[in-house]
């Protein structure tokens, strides 16, 4: 499973270059070791440097990410006014 995670970031990584990956859902919940190593697999094959964390949204993901979407909508409809 790490493996799979890994090529999955390591993909991500090399197109969009983010510096940083969150991991959410079931990978969020790895116990640190397995997020070493995980880190450790991405470290090795990333082109730059790509720090793994874990988000520390969980369940308050999809709100904080519709209230983002809401207040950067109100302010571009404010700004056209």
Do not use: F
């Not at 450790?40 to 988000?55: S, Y």
């Amino acid at each position: 499973m790490l493996d799979a995670w890994a090529r999955l970031i390591i993909s991500c990584a090399c197109v969009v270059d983010p510096g940083r990956v969150l991991l959410s859902g079931a990978a969020a919940e790895l116990d640190d070791a397995a997020l070493a190593q995980l880190q450790g697999l991405v470290t090795a094959k990333v082109p730059a440097p790509t720090e793994v964390r874990r988000a520390v949204l969980g369940g308050q993901a999809v709100l904080h990410g519709a209230i983002s979407y809401a207040l950067s909508a109100a302010v571009r409809q404010s700004a056209t006014n």
